[in-house]
């Protein structure tokens, strides 16, 4: 059964600094991996997605991922964090060679950008 | 235009009591998906039904009914509801079943609150 990992419950950050948001990942074949962010009181807004391909994938709000299969790993980067970028991130795994899979969440991890 | 609308937003209501929440999408998706989310935000599938067929059962209690009258509409009915039943229910959809590669669509929640 495939699982995700975030190993950190928050991540904090100075606007303008680089973010990185940690994710791993336990898959039996081939990941689909996302990422979703939460804001307050809102569903899961989806950010990007790694299915092949080259490994570092960009997304929404200049968002982006780097697939590493050696570490089964996908974190979220951003270059330049906003005060807007403040919210809860999920990571997400689908496993690709076993038909049909649920979508498997990590506990996600919030991210707070200070001015 | 809302893409996954639920109704209601908010619940609240007394043990052991029957509650409905119903989700609609109009993106033309064939597949829906309930979300229970903790109050550590920790996010569990439910359910998923494809074309009106159920397709995913996670251990559920049974008080917890699903009902798809058309591939647009996923209803939740809960009978008996009890004080762990309070969470916030997540609706979406996607427009494969399975092992696609394509993102999930969230509703923005319907936070059930058992007194």
């Known amino acids: 059964a495939q699982s995700v990992a975030q190993p950190e419950d928050q991540v904090n950050v100075a606007e303008g600094n680089p973010l990185t948001v940690k994710c791993t990942y336990s898959v039996s074949g081939n990941p689909y991996l996302f990422w979703y962010v939460q804001y307050p009181n809102r569903g899961l807004q989806f950010l990007l997605k790694y299915i092949t391909g080259d490994n570092l994938v960009k997304g929404s709000y200049g968002f982006e991922a780097e697939f590493n299969k050696s570490q089964t790993s996908f974190h979220l980067k951003k270059p330049s964090a906003l005060v807007s970028d403040s919210a809860l991130y999920f990571c997400a795994v689908r496993d690709v060679n076993t038909g049909f899979q649920k979508l498997v969440f990590g506990t996600g991890t919030r991210l707070l950008v200070s001015p | 235009d809302t893409a996954v609308s639920q109704t209601p937003k908010y619940l609240v209501t007394q043990m052991g009591n029957d509650k409905s929440i119903k989700c609609e999408q109009n993106?033309?998706?064939?597949?829906m998906y309930w979300y229970k989310q903790d109050s550590k935000k920790f996010l569990k599938i439910m359910f998923s039904?494809?074309?009106?067929?159920?397709?995913i059962n996670e251990t559920v209690p049974n008080r917890f009914s699903p009902k798809s009258p058309d591939k647009a509409h996923l209803n939740l009915h809960i009978n008996s509801l009890e004080l762990g039943d309070s969470a916030v229910y997540f609706c979406?959809?996607?427009?494969?079943?399975?092992?696609?590669?394509?993102?999930?669509?969230f509703g923005d929640g319907t936070r059930l609150s058992i007194l």
């Open positions: 039904y494809n074309n009106k067929e159920l397709i």
């Open positions: 993106l033309g998706h064939d597949t």
């Open positions: 979406a959809s996607s427009q494969e079943p399975g092992y696609s590669n394509q993102p999930q669509h």
